[in-house]
């Protein structure tokens, strides 16, 4: 008798979906495909020379202990190093509130895991970060979704729902915030929403998950402080990575926790993975440590504020006038919305066909919403392609809006 695995999967593998990124990036490994799609820092920005010395020195120096198990919590001189930078930007911070994790995807699913019985709601920004999406969905996760603007999430909103303190019968276990540069949109919560907003998780007793991956990759404007350096009642959580300033591929994140919740964390990391990889923390303190982390950083934001300044002008020369898009002051997106009728799902097709690809942004909207939204990537590609990958794209985009009769054409 054939196994009826479709009777045996868990109840919470039906909130397990395929990433819509992944999918389509399996479209643009065509040579011939311009990609805006993923999220991809540029290849030639990674240290490599710098990260062969450093497994060189480590594999002579130590390689036993780079070779050998480690402690879940993590290679305790990266922790230092982590906590040291982190004081450097307001957070107060020491080794032992840091937990190293497989990336911040793993941080959150770590949150998931110790935070969510299936149906509790998280407290999001609409649109909000689609890998966290999935993370939450399967822990059978519902959503208060609030929305944001220029500013970022509508803190006035999140108020609203907080003092109800639950939604459709569900308690709000966490807030999740993204406020620098947040993906997939590329706005920043202004300093004022994020004093509002740390007083409101004090008030309600809500905590707040802040997710930092693009905090240092600011481009213009001046440094705005994190919620976790605002908090002082303990709070929030600060979820950070090393993938989009040294190396995605070694998968290194953080978290910053009080020693209560890191350790509860630290329960749940050890039946996943026992510990984050030795040799890859190791050679990673090798590369980062004695100032080469910071000039490097400094380099990439000059690299990316290029490619940022080539999209937006591409944008406005070839996208139709009744399109809106963001200016984001950093991180390595644009979020542009078409008028109400245009479901970009559909333009993708097209777009593929002009040899370009963007994600559309229905999944980013845990209601489903933002049929007409898309988001643009500019880290991954040169100046000129990205000139002419919008070229192609807003060909597509007039050519879908000419076939709508010219009443229809309502600006959103």
Not at 240 to 268: C, D, M, N, Y
Not at 273 to 301: C, N, P, S, W
């Amino acid at each position: 008798m054939p196994v009826a695995w479709q009777q045996l999967y868990a109840n919470r593998a039906e909130g397990m979906r395929a990433s819509d990124i992944r999918e389509i990036l399996k479209v643009t490994e065509q040579p011939d495909i311009i990609s805006l799609a993923g999220g991809l820092p540029a290849p030639e920005l990674f240290p490599v020379d710098e990260y062969r010395r450093a497994f060189e020195w480590v594999l002579e120096s130590d390689g036993a202990q780079a070779l050998q198990y480690g402690p879940s919590e993590g290679y305790r001189p990266l922790r230092t190093l982590v906590a040291e930078r982190l004081s450097g930007f307001g957070i107060s911070c020491e080794s032992d509130d840091i937990l190293i994790t497989n990336g911040s995807q793993q941080a959150l699913d770590l949150m998931g895991k110790i935070l969510l019985d299936p149906g509790d709601a998280v407290l999001v920004e609409k649109p909000t970060y689609l890998g966290a999406l999935q993370a939450f969905n399967q822990y059978q996760a519902s959503y208060a979704v609030v929305p944001m603007d220029d500013d970022g999430m509508s803190v006035d909103d999140v108020e609203r729902i907080l003092s109800r303190q639950s939604v459709g019968g569900h308690r709000v276990k966490f807030i999740y915030a993204l406020p620098n540069f947040q993906n997939p949109t590329g706005r920043s919560m202004s300093l004022e929403r994020r004093k509002r907003l740390v007083e409101l998780s004090n008030y309600y007793g809500v905590p707040i998950v802040e997710d930092d991956p693009y905090g240092e990759l600011r481009y213009e404007g001046k440094h705005l402080p994190t919620l976790k350096s605002l908090e002082t009642q303990a709070s929030v959580i600060y979820l950070g990575t090393f993938s989009k300033i040294l190396a995605p591929g070694f998968r290194l994140g953080w978290i910053v926790a009080t020693p209560e919740v890191r350790e509860v964390l630290l329960h749940g990391k050890q039946p996943s993975d026992l510990h984050t990889g030795m040799i890859q923390q190791m050679a990673t303190y090798e590369v980062a440590r004695d100032g080469f982390i910071d000039k490097h950083v400094e380099r990439i934001k000059a690299f990316y504020k290029e490619r940022r300044d080539a999209m937006l002008m591409a944008i406005q020369e070839h996208f139709p006038a009744d399109a809106h898009y963001t200016h984001p002051a950093g991180g390595l997106f644009v979020w542009a919305e078409l008028p109400k009728h245009v479901d970009t799902r559909d333009l993708l097709i097209e777009a593929i066909q002009e040899k370009v690809a963007f994600v559309p942004g229905q999944g980013f909207h845990p209601d489903h919403s933002g049929t007409n939204t898309m988001r643009l990537n500019f880290s991954n590609v040169s100046p000129d392609q990205l000139r002419e990958g919008v070229r192609r794209l807003g060909h597509a985009i007039q050519r879908r809006l000419s076939g709508v009769p010219a009443e229809h054409r309502v600006s959103i």
